[in-house]
């Protein structure tokens, strides 16, 4: 199957929607959309890797779909599943973790599992950084550490801190490496979120359909990392995350009003 053409100007969703699907089956480091602003594109590639050059109405519109996706589509599946299973959750409904889920989730993870798909020099440096800080959670030395690395990224990008001479040679090896590395990156993802269920044992096919909404999340995730930058992958977990949040704000509300 040949290549999307390259576009430009306003695109809609729909448009957005089949070439995350073409990128899906095969993923490549070539962007497609060339609808940059003229500010974003004078500033250069750092700047548009973190400042997201999508609407957030846009980004509204994806989470929207992975919602339903989610929740519609595969809810009913996981849930069977889940009670088959015998495995809890591990998240207090009482206790939500609204921070957690929409602000350091977001960026621990997208830095973790998807910045270093454009930027794979970076990644050697910073994946060991962020596995510990992932480990440690919500401690301030941590955050005080996350801070450090985001800053440490910017320096090193804004003004090209990496050595290029010997990296060229293994960058081009690393295209052509980029499906499986991508791949490779959405089912850790998915498999991480297997931590948010208590089980003693259980059928591996089972753990697979457990965090199968994950995977579905953290391939669109990738594209849009590759396609719109790391700013807008972490803007659309933020969002994404939001929506069970709030449906399990509501649930909750509504059963202490039933009581």
């Not at 970076?122 to 994946?127: E, G, K, N, T």
């Not at 295209?175 to 791949?183: A, E, G, I, S």
């Not at 719109?228 to 509504?254: D, K, S, T, Y």
Request: hydrophobic share 60%.
């Amino acid at each position: 199957m040949s290549q999307p053409r390259r576009m430009t100007g306003a695109l809609s969703f729909r448009e957005e929607l089949v070439h995350c699907l073409h990128f899906i089956k095969n993923p490549s480091l070539k962007r497609v959309f060339a609808n940059r602003s003229r500010a974003t594109r004078e500033l250069g590639a750092w700047h548009a890797d973190w400042w997201p050059s999508v609407s957030f109405k846009r980004l509204l519109a994806w989470a929207a779909m992975l919602w339903f996706v989610n929740i519609v589509l595969l809810g009913p599946v996981v849930l069977t599943v889940y009670e088959l299973s015998g495995a809890s959750h591990r998240i207090d409904i009482h206790k939500l973790p609204w921070f957690q889920a929409l602000f350091w989730a977001p960026v621990v993870e997208e830095l973790l599992f998807r910045y270093g798909l454009r930027r794979p020099i970076h990644a050697l440096l910073l994946v060991p950084v962020l596995i510990v800080i992932f480990l440690n959670g919500l401690q301030w030395w941590a955050g005080s550490l996350l801070g450090l690395s985001v800053l440490a990224l910017w320096w090193s990008a804004r003004w090209n801190a990496m050595p290029r001479g010997w990296a060229w040679p293994w960058l081009r090896s690393y295209c052509k490496f980029f499906p499986w590395v991508l791949h490779a990156s959405v089912l850790a993802f998915a498999a991480l979120h297997l931590h948010n269920f208590k089980f003693d044992q259980m059928a591996w096919w089972m753990m697979a359909v457990l965090v199968l909404p994950q995977w579905v999340t953290g391939q669109v995730l990738a594209w849009m990392r590759v396609e719109r930058g790391i700013g807008a992958a972490m803007l659309l977990h933020g969002l994404f995350n939001a929506g069970p949040l709030a449906v399990a704000l509501i649930a909750l509300q509504f059963a202490n009003q039933a009581t």
